[in-house]
């Protein structure tokens, strides 16, 4: 397993995602962090008066936009 910027790469392809910390091959990346196909599919389906709508903002604020100077 090869360690790059807290994002976990196995030799397989897999990555880390970012919301349920599990390594997977298929999903997304958004800056330079991956959200599963999993993850994705309910963070989109997840109505904002749901309980797990506050977890998956909670998760997504670990993704951080890089500033230019």
């Known amino acids: 397993m090869i360690?790059?910027?807290?994002?976990?790469?196995?030799n397989t392809g897999h990555k880390q995602c970012v919301v349920c910390?599990?390594?997977?091959s298929e999903g997304i990346h958004l800056v330079?962090?991956?959200?599963?196909?999993?993850c994705e599919r309910q963070i989109v389906l997840?109505?904002?008066d749901?309980?797990?709508y506050h977890y998956y903002l909670k998760k997504m604020k670990k993704i951080k936009i890089p500033t230019i100077n």
């Open 21 to 24: 910390d599990q390594e997977k």
């Open 32 to 38: 330079e962090q991956f959200i599963c196909e999993d």
């Open 3 to 10: 360690v790059i910027d807290n994002l976990k790469v196995t």
């Open 46 to 48: 997840t109505d904002p």
């Open 50 to 52: 749901d309980l797990f």
